[in-house]
C-alpha cells in the first residue's frame, strides 16, 4: 500500500546536536508538510512545501529547517537542538488537486532531547 | 492567520452515550473543516470532514454540524463504544491558501468511552 515513512522512529540525542528526520513517500502527493505533537498543545504546523522549490514557514519554525529534496522526501533538521524540542514528530502529505486536502500522516518520530 | 480553539480538552462518557465536541474558528473565509482520530500510539487518521456550504454531515455514529455565522463547527458521536477512546482533533484551513490546506489544528479533545 502507499503510505508515508519516517525515519528513525525513535531517537535521543543531546543538547547542541545536529539532528535530521527524514521524510518518504510513495502516495505520489504533491504537498508534505511536518507537524509537532506535544502532549495538550495538539499539532503545530513547523513547516510545509506545495512542491519540489517550494518551502513555507509554518507556526513554530525557529530552531528548524527543512528540504524538499524530491516530491517524495522532505526531511526535517534542527540544527542545535534543545531540550524544549523534545516532542513527536509527524510528516503528512496531501494531494493538491483534491476537493478534501485530507492529510495522510507518518506513523512519527519521538525525539527526545537530554 | 487562522485560530482553532476546541472544547473540551478531555471527556468521560459511559458506553453508549453521546460525546460533543466544540470548535471555533476565526477566519471568516475557512470553508473547509475536517476532524481527525488519534489512537494511542497511532498516526492521526481523518474521519469526518464537512464543507460551509452544508450545515450538517452524518457517517454512521458519527456526525458534524457547522454554524458559519457563529464560526463553530462540532463533532457527535452516538451510541458511544470502548473502540471510540482516542484524541480527536479539529482543523481548518490556515488563510490564503488553495486546496485546503495546510492545515491549523486545535489543541485536541481526549475522550475517553467507560464500559
Known amino acids: 500500500d502507499a503510505d508515508v515513512t519516517q525515519t528513525p522512529r525513535n531517537r535521543i540525542t543531546k543538547t547542541g546536536k545536529r539532528i535530521m528526520l527524514e521524510c518518504s513517500q510513495t502516495?505520489?502527493?504533491?504537498?508534505m508538510y511536518w507537524y509537532r505533537q506535544d502532549p495538550g498543545l495538539g499539532l503545530q504546523l513547523i513547516y510545509y512545501?506545495?512542491?519540489?522549490?517550494?518551502?513555507n514557514k509554518g507556526e513554530i519554525s525557529d530552531g528548524y529547517s527543512v528540504s524538499r529534496q524530491a516530491q517524495a522526501k522532505f526531511s526535517l533538521s534542527l540544527e542545535s537542538a534543545i531540550p524544549n524540542q523534545t516532542a513527536l514528530y509527524f510528516c503528512?502529505?496531501?494531494?493538491?488537486?483534491?476537493?478534501?486536502?485530507?492529510?495522510?500522516f507518518g506513523e512519527g518520530s519521538r525525539l527526545t532531547v537530554l | 492567520g487562522e485560530n482553532v480553539e476546541q472544547h473540551p480538552s478531555t471527556l468521560s462518557v459511559q458506553e453508549g452515550d453521546s460525546a460533543v465536541i466544540k470548535c471555533t474558528y476565526s477566519?471568516?473565509?475557512?470553508?473547509?473543516f475536517p476532524w481527525y482520530k488519534q489512537e494511542l500510539g497511532k498516526r492521526p487518521q481523518l474521519i469526518i470532514d464537512?464543507?460551509?456550504?452544508?450545515g450538517e454531515k452524518k457517517d454512521q455514529r458519527i456526525a458534524v454540524t457547522l454554524n458559519k455565522t457563529a464560526k463553530h463547527f462540532s463533532l457527535h458521536i452516538t451510541e458511544t463504544q470502548p473502540e471510540d477512546s482516542a484524541v480527536y482533533f479539529c482543523?481548518?484551513?490556515?488563510?490564503?491558501?488553495?486546496?485546503?490546506?495546510?492545515?491549523?489544528f486545535g489543541k485536541g479533545t481526549r475522550l475517553s468511552v467507560i464500559a
Open positions: 482543523a481548518a484551513p490556515a488563510p490564503a491558501h488553495s486546496g485546503n490546506t495546510p492545515l491549523v
Open positions: 512545501s506545495f512542491d519540489v522549490k517550494d518551502i
Open positions: 502516495k505520489g502527493h504533491d504537498r
Open positions: 503528512a502529505t496531501s494531494d493538491g488537486t483534491s476537493s478534501t486536502g485530507e492529510l495522510f
Open positions: 477566519d471568516s473565509a475557512s470553508n473547509y
Open positions: 464537512i464543507r460551509s456550504n452544508v
